[in-house]
């Protein structure tokens, strides 16, 4: 498997099956091995490129398109007929949506495993298998102090992706609630946006750990992304403890309970609840306490592995 999803792969590892990273001298997008910003345990094993050829291997992980050709120059074997083979598919469907046909639609010997039951339902897989195994999430403990008056946003690529991530709901937002956004490349969105840094402060790239010791100290979490399968963010934020306040699309409404905030595909009720839980701390932490307890019980990590494991066994057998 390729390290492709940072938060993905941290929680795939950690399952004890000996994970194999192909590693190239420049650690380019096709031979990054292990992580450089991540904790990973020993099972999750860098190998060169050139040896793949005469390494046993019991299955092959696909996360895009082009991996499982890749896969089969490497290994001198056909992922789906020669060893087994899944395709992990993170991403809501871009195009002509619903009609979008996945790219192993025409094939049925690798089994697309969909992250949430949204994509399922809107990627066109033909007559490829498929399944689903929802996001597991390394529990980062109860840090919630809510000792800052605002609220706290993780977005990656703002200023690239924009309406996808809602960058541009932000200003909107930030007149309801000043704003902590973290992610990467967040650098130029207050000058874009047009905002000081009373209504948002950029905090770029910080290491997770970081990241998760200063969101937790935000009122509030608000997720204002229109079109991405779910955000992990989301769900750390809710194990860090924080009451979130989300945009109503794609898995929203699964991942989060009445109980744990608002989901709203109406801006002007995000933003009231925004103004709510900031008004009121005591009413944010019992929020956030919910929160935590629903993202535990349904995205822990020992329900993802025990998920793969058995579709593992399955696909292998």
């Known amino acids: 498997m390729w390290h492709v999803h940072g938060s993905w792969t941290t929680s795939f590892v950690h399952g004890g099956h000996v994970c194999l990273l192909p590693v190239t001298p420049d650690r380019g997008p096709d031979g990054r091995g292990r992580a450089a910003t991540w904790t990973w345990p ?20 696909a996360q895009r398109p082009h991996e499982l050709d890749l896969a089969e120059r490497l290994l001198g074997r056909r992922p789906g007929r020669d060893v087994p083979a899944v395709y992990v598919e993170h991403n809501t469907p871009k195009g002509d949506v619903p009609l979008t046909r996945h790219p192993m639609a025409d ?33 980062p403990g109860h840090r ?17 992706r924009w309406r996808v991530t809602g960058t541009d709901l932000l200003p909107l937002i930030a007149q309801s609630a000043p704003l902590d956004l973290f992610g990467m490349g967040v650098t130029g969105v207050p000058a874009r946006l047009g905002l000081p840094p009373d209504r948002l402060r ?116």
């Open 107 to 139: 094939r049925d010997d690798v089994t697309v495993v969909h992250v949430t039951h949204f994509n399922a339902l809107f990627w066109d897989c033909g007559r490829a298998p498929t399944a689903v195994v929802e996001h597991g999430v390394a529990d």
């Open 42 to 61: 020993d099972n999750a094993v860098e190998i060169p490129h050139e040896k793949l050829r005469h390494t046993d291997v019991d299955l092959v992980i």
């Open 202 to 317: 950029v905090h770029e790239d910080l290491p997770q750990h970081a990241m998760h010791d200063r969101l937790a100290r935000c009122r509030a979490y608000v997720h204002p992304i229109r079109w991405t399968s779910l955000g992990l963010s989301l769900i750390e934020a809710m194990m860090l403890g924080l009451p979130v306040a989300v945009l109503g699309t794609t898995e929203a409404y699964e991942a989060v309970p009445p109980e744990a905030g608002i989901v709203t595909t109406r801006p002007d009720r995000l933003r009231a609840a925004l103004r709510d839980f900031l008004a009121d701390p005591d009413h944010a932490r019992a929020v956030g306490a919910a929160a935590r307890a629903a993202a535990l019980r349904r995205y822990g990590l020992a329900r993802f592995h025990s998920d793969w494991d058995r579709l593992l066994q399955e696909v292998t057998r």
């Open 144 to 160: 919630y102090t809510g000792e800052t008056e605002r609220a706290g946003a993780v977005i990656n690529e703002p200023l690239r």
